[in-house]
């Protein structure tokens, strides 16, 4: 232990004058989950919308005005015609058309029924769903404003079948409380890899390792060394991240605290060895950082974060399994929100350590004192 | 001019006779955008769900059987009670569950009006939403069918016909896979660049060559230019993978879409060679392009997020990542089938971006040299 | 410093390493005894590297047999390990680290006590006269200076032999005088000296001499017996005499 003991004495101290790295470890992490977290919001609203008015009515006025009362629109351009706002459409200037008919209102009022147009770009599937059922909604609620009184009254409130959804765990769908943890453990989990990635294969560059290769150095004794101060370094992130969470973000914290950390220290040795592995494989930082990118852009991108695990085709769903932000990502969010307890959480938990044990078994064996 | 060959041949040699890094340069990006093009999606399919029938009557049934039947969703369990409910949750199993409270199919039938529950799983808020939404227009639907003169109440009626442009299947893929195509062009070019810069300068070949005869544009050029060739192939291996294996149309100019890519490229290859000339070392040079590249082109570059919904000094940030120009243009031309007319704008930042870039980086390198 | 044997403290039998088709060193036979200042030299390609790697422990052996301070390069390397120094030609102490701290890191990583440790590197220190550099980055000690510090580290835990590899490149006379005074020390306190080095004025300084070509050991004498027996008058004329056949030059 005496040993792991100098290695990482001599690491904390390299770290310490090497100024853009402790940068990059101690102070990029919380930039960018403030950065980010605040732009991480799928929530659709200020949709630009263009109106094509051919009533010129009051009637179509006021339905224009209950689109623009609503955060979900913003009127950017009135156009003449359809073909003006289909230009519109393309160039992207407009989510959203509104085509009032001409004749709109006097169809509205002498035969009881009138229609108008919404064209809506498509590119973006979710957009173009959200933007057409808000619509919708609106025109329903126009509807019922136009009724007059006496039939309303005759009608009564039947209201046919009522769906009432609930929102469990997060009821004002507050989207920062599903993407801070989770954006956390991302950043957390890039820093402290690229990190290890280079750090063993620097060595291997300059050729100070050699000098450390004819030490009788075990070579758990050395990874264990490389591993502990990024160890700690990324336990540092979690706690600010944590933090910022609670007070800035208002992230909910229902369940504990410290369970969450004991498994995030756990989960921690999981990128870091594999760092370390790639690391000690590799001959040149060049190499090792491109394979650890690979890696930590597909762990990053298919983590669910971004979008849901369950829609992803058989294969990608498959190799979530092995893929170590899924499970603390989850497991965040459950002890968070949900208030898991280790109970709940211990198979993810296993897998999690599981293969911490793995990775960090296989840098061991990977880590070469001889060649050839 | 001559000297210059010479440069950018000895450059052409180092990446060429290392395998290594060719497979890195070709083989990734074609795994990546394949791998991303078919996994990222928000499209529901067999989305599990959880159902708590307090009713058993024949509306609940026949709600049941709509759901089921609609490939949208999967009856994972029968729930007996909320605690049931909440269990699955807690277990991560279901994202949904619907529940029928006790009399739903009477009340139905005799007053007209029932209420019907769908109780989301928000911790993970974007698919309790879709998931709620669709579950509401297959359960709305079926109102139509069964009483279709409730739902249509007398008085005047205003009717929103909807039509879908561009996308009237409303594909995932053209959302995600233009992004996808942005961010994995930037990432690799502007890494490969800034390493091999910041290595030369860690090895002192980069001193050499600053204090031989030749002027530093040449020296950056000659770096930049056989890099620009292997990231030109690779942009257009990433375009052919998008309209032959993703199935993105091709419907403007063919020869506008390669210009634009070779523009975008340049603003990524700038991008590397002018982290690598500020940062100190090799390992700085790579950690900045990466935590600097990665996750802001991920969630800035309105690959992911709308820009609209981000506060607005976010919005200004977001002007800043050159994949929102490209998304923008990929789309443009190959979607909606645009000219340089409409997307004029986006390319003259691009242009912008790069010039300014170059200046940057010749100005860190003269900073050296003084 | 304990031993495991009397006799040779390096001792080679055939030994080979072959990588792919290529022979590196060709069936090496030779013993050193304690004490000794032995020089390995040899044109640049002929082996003397890979020879010196495997005695380390840094490279595995093909075949043949060979010990070092009595433990065997096949089975026992991590053993040899705590016996032996080593100063390769790629200057290798931590550059961002001071002088201070790097004998520190080198004394913690062989195990010795750290009240050993603090008394050593003063009089380490004291020795090399640089009392003054004890909290200096080492990057930005002249060259001269950084390599009597790296022979110093390497010698730090009081190794049976100590390797160095090319020790002197590229520093002036004088330094490489002062060098080999710190040398001469070494072996008078018993420390073995294995040597490789391209001046035939250091090869005079050695007690006996092995030259290497083509991975073998053409000539191995005390540097009188070598000219004698080339009938020549200097060690440069012994070493182009030999080289000039040699297949595998850089």
């Known amino acids: 232990m005496r040993t792991v003991w100098f290695l990482i004495e001599k690491e904390v101290r390299q770290l310490r004058r090497n100024r853009t790295l402790l940068a990059l470890l101690l102070v990029a992490p919380i930039m960018q989950l403030v950065l980010l977290s605040f732009a991480a919001n799928y929530e659709i609203k200020n949709l630009n919308l263009a109106v094509v008015d051919q009533d010129h009515s009051p009637a179509a006025r006021r339905l224009l005005d209950k689109f623009q009362y609503t955060p979900y629109f913003r009127l950017v351009q009135v156009r003449p015609s359809s073909a003006a706002a289909d230009q519109d459409l393309l160039s992207g200037r407009a989510d959203l058309v509104l085509v009032f008919p001409p004749r709109f209102e006097r169809d509205l009022v002498r035969g009881g029924q009138a229609r108008v147009q919404l064209l809506v770009n498509a590119l973006d599937n979710v957009k173009a769903g959200l933007a057409s059922s808000y619509a919708s909604s609106i025109v329903q609620a126009y509807q019922g404003e136009v009724r007059p009184a006496t039939v309303a009254a005759a009608v009564g409130e039947v209201r046919g079948l009522e769906v009432v959804p609930a929102y469990w765990y997060n009821p004002l769908l507050n989207y920062k409380t599903f993407m801070v943890p989770g954006i956390l453990v991302e950043i957390i989990s890039l820093i402290v890899m690229m990190v290890t990635t280079l750090n063993i294969v620097r060595e291997k560059e300059i050729g100070t390792i050699e000098q450390l290769n004819v030490t009788p150095i075990r070579k758990w004794q050395f990874i264990l060394g490389k591993l502990l101060p990024f160890w700690v370094a990324g336990l540092y992130q979690f706690t600010i991240g944590l933090l910022l969470a609670r007070f800035l973000f208002h992230v909910p914290m229902v369940g504990s605290v410290a369970l969450l950390y004991g498994i995030m220290a756990v989960f921690l040795v999981v990128p870091l060895g594999l760092g370390l592995l790639i690391s000690s494989a590799s001959q040149t930082q060049q190499q090792a950082l491109f394979v650890a990118f690979f890696f930590l852009i597909i762990f990053i991108l298919l983590c669910g974060l971004f979008t849901p695990i369950e829609y992803m085709p058989a294969w990608a769903r498959a190799f979530d399994r092995v893929n170590p932000l899924v499970y603390i990502i989850d497991i965040a969010r459950r002890i968070l929100l949900k208030g898991s307890t280790l109970r709940d959480v211990l198979q993810p938990v296993l897998t999690l350590l599981g293969m911490a044990v793995l990775v960090n078994a296989l840098a061991v064996w990977r880590y070469r004192k001889t060649s050839g | ?370 | 410093m304990k031993t495991a044997a009397i006799g040779p403290v390096i001792r080679c039998e055939k030994l080979t390493k072959r990588f792919g088709a290529f022979t590196a060193v060709d069936a090496i036979s030779f013993a050193v005894a304690p004490g000794e200042i032995f020089g390995f030299l040899g044109a640049n390609g002929a082996g003397k590297t890979t020879a010196m790697r495997m005695l380390c422990g840094l490279l595995g052996p093909t075949e043949g047999a060979a010990s070092v301070a009595g433990f065997d390069v096949f089975t026992q390397a991590e053993r040899i390990k705590q016996h032996i120094g080593y100063m390769s030609q790629k200057f290798s102490l931590y550059e961002d680290l001071t002088v201070r701290e790097n004998i520190r890191f080198y004394g913690g990583i062989y195990g010795l006590k750290t009240a050993a440790i603090r008394e050593k590197t003063d009089a380490l220190l004291q020795r090399l006269g640089l009392e003054a550099e004890r909290n200096t980055l080492v990057g930005s000690l002249p060259l001269g200076w950084k390599q009597k510090l790296a022979f110093s580290v390497a010698l730090f835990h009081d190794p049976a032999v100590v390797f160095l590899d090319e020790p002197t490149g590229g520093v002036d006379p004088i330094t490489r005088r002062q060098f080999w005074d710190l040398i001469y020390e070494a072996a008078a306190r018993g420390v073995t000296v294995f040597i490789t080095t391209h001046y035939m004025d250091e090869a005079e300084y050695c007690d006996r001499v092995s030259i290497m070509v083509d991975g073998k050991i053409e000539a191995l004498d005390k540097p009188a017996g070598l000219k004698q027996q080339f009938g020549v008058s200097t060690m440069d004329e012994v070493f182009l005499h030999l080289a000039r056949g040699a297949k595998n030059v850089e």
């Open chain 2, 1 to 370: 001019m001559k000297a210059f060959l010479m440069f950018v041949r000895k450059e052409s040699y180092h990446i060429f006779r290392d395998p290594r890094t060719l497979l890195i340069l070709f083989g990734m990006p074609v795994a990546l955008v394949t791998l991303f093009g078919f996994a990222l999606t928000n499209e529901i399919k067999n989305a599990d769900v959880a159902v708590l029938d307090f009713d058993h009557g024949v509306h609940a049934r026949q709600v049941q059987n709509r759901l089921f039947s609609s490939g949208y969703f999967g009856l994972r369990d029968y729930a007996r009670n909320y605690p049931d409910v909440a269990a699955a949750f807690r277990r991560g199993h279901v994202k949904l569950a619907v529940v029928f409270p006790a009399g739903f199919s009477s009340d139905f039938d005799h007053l007209g009006h029932a209420q019907v529950q769908l109780v989301a799983d928000a911790s993970d808020q974007n698919t309790a939403i879709s998931l709620v939404n669709y579950a509401t227009a297959i359960i709305r639907s079926y109102e139509q069918e069964v009483a279709p003169h409730r739902s249509g109440s007398p008085g005047p009626r205003v009717e929103a016909v909807a039509r879908l442009y561009f996308n009237p299947g409303l594909k995932a893929a053209y959302t995600f896979v233009p992004g996808t195509m942005a961010l994995i062009l930037l990432l690799v070019s502007a890494m490969l660049t800034s390493i091999t810069i910041a290595r030369e300068k860690e090895t002192g070949t980069m001193e050499v060559l600053l204090v031989s005869p030749m002027r530093q544009l040449p020296i950056i050029i000659g770096k930049i230019l056989p890099y620009f060739l292997l990231s030109f192939v690779n942009g257009l291996i990433i375009l052919a993978l998008g309209v032959w294996v993703l199935h993105i149309p091709e419907r403007g100019s063919l020869a506008l879409l390669i210009l634009e890519t070779l523009l975008y490229i340049l603003v990524a290859l700038t991008l590397g060679v002018l982290i690598s000339t500020r940062a100190a070392s090799q390992q700085t040079a790579m950690l900045t392009s990466m935590l600097g590249l990665l996750l802001p082109t991920l969630i800035l570059s309105g690959f992911l997020f709308p820009i609209e919904s981000m506060p607005l000094p976010l919005q200004t940030v977001s002007r800043l990542i050159p994949a929102r120009y490209f998304i923008v243009i990929l789309k443009g031309i190959m979607i909606k089938g645009l000219g340089l007319r409409e997307l004029w704008r986006e390319t003259a930042v691009l242009f912008g971006m790069a010039g300014g870039l170059l200046l940057l980086a010749l100005g860190s390198l003269k900073n050296r040299l003084a």
